[in-house]
């Protein structure tokens, strides 16, 4: 049994698709097909139910993934202490991150990083909170920065800040207040995010405790479409307040305050409970509690009396 074999073998089981699982571990699938083939051989069972272009794991599989799992992870991390020897000067780190934080804190965070760890191979994906979380349960990520609660008994979650969500609407928007109740968005046309999205979630809840059903004209998945959008004059959105001041002047947009309740979400640092955190993982995260510090710093003079709360 080789290691390879394991991997092709994790990747068909996280994929449930021979094709796809080929191009995560950059083979071609008729040699993936194969080394699968032979780790059935060796093992005398089937690890895999053929459905058409899916595949689902039979009850072998799925006992032999857990244990798969826990020898893969055990090597890695072996490989990461001999690796704190070096000084963490090489390996890799995976990290996910939703799209608006994406937008302000990886750039200064990732040229601190790789200042201090020019050697790791440092790779960032955009992607929702969901995912982000499903990445780290698989294994695909080794750090995730999402939107909170995550709840599970395999994450630890250290929390990162609170951050209240603003309104957003055209520049030529004939509202006057500069401060809008939660009902006054009932009828108000919005521009949102798709329904299975975290930030999504957070603003309909907030909606229905101030008795309010939002009225979604367009959803986009990425938040800087949306703000296009808006300037364009699509309808108005909801967005995180940090992601709004951090942008670039030039898009004509107005931001609006948001009371009773005053929407807000959390984000936080998550990374796996079971697996060991090397130096370059550990260090990632004291710079990204460092950098937010500074943006939020930076962002006090544009918010005025915006308050957006760092925990430290």
Same mark, same amino acid.
């Given at each position: 049994m080789e290691l390879r074999q394991l991997r092709y073998f994790l990747a068909v089981a996280a994929t449930q698709n021979f094709t796809r699982a080929a191009e995560t571990v950059h083979v071609s699938q008729p040699s993936l097909s194969i080394q699968i083939a032979g780790l059935e051989d060796e093992l005398g069972t089937k690890l895999f139910?053929?459905?058409?272009?899916?595949?689902a794991l039979t009850q072998a599989g799925e006992l032999f993934r857990d244990h798969a799992g826990r020898v893969l992870r055990e090597l890695e991390q072996a490989v990461q202490v001999v690796q704190e020897l070096q000084g963490a000067q090489r390996g890799r780190l995976v990290v996910g991150?939703?799209?608006?934080?994406?937008?302000?804190?990886? %750039?200064?965070?990732v040229s601190r990083f790789k200042q201090r760890f020019p050697g790791i191979h440092l790779q960032v994906h955009a992607? %929702?909170?969901t995912d982000i979380v499903a990445g780290l349960l698989a294994n695909r990520l080794d750090i995730g920065i999402c939107l909170l609660p995550v709840e599970h008994d395999r994450l630890t979650v250290v929390p990162l800040f609170d951050e209240r969500l603003i309104?957003?609407?055209?520049?030529n928007s004939p509202m006057k207040k500069a401060r809008l109740h939660m009902q006054e968005l009932a009828g108000l046309p919005l521009v949102l995010m798709p329904a299975d999205y975290c930030l999504r979630k957070m603003?309909?809840?907030?909606?229905?405790?101030?008795?309010v059903q939002p009225q979604v004209v367009l959803?986009?998945?990425?938040?800087?479409g949306i703000l296009q959008a808006v300037a364009g004059g699509a309808g108005l959105t909801i967005l995180p307040e940090l992601y709004v001041l951090?942008?670039? %002047?030039?898009?004509?947009?107005?931001?609006f305050e948001l009371h009773d309740p005053v929407p807000r979400h959390s984000v936080g640092l998550v990374f796996p409970s079971d697996r060991y955190q090397n130096l370059a993982a550990k260090e990632f995260g004291n710079l990204c509690r460092d950098t937010m510090k500074t943006i939020l710093e930076i962002?006090?003079?544009?918010?005025?009396k915006r308050r957006i709360g760092l925990r430290v």
């Open positions: 139910d053929r459905l058409g272009r899916k595949v991150t939703v799209a608006t934080v994406n937008s302000y804190l990886i %750039p200064p965070l992607q %929702p909170s309104l957003v609407a055209p520049a603003v309909e809840a907030e909606c229905a405790e101030a008795h959803e986009m998945t990425s938040p800087e951090m942008r670039p %002047p030039g898009l004509s947009i107005r931001t962002s006090k003079p544009a918010a005025s």
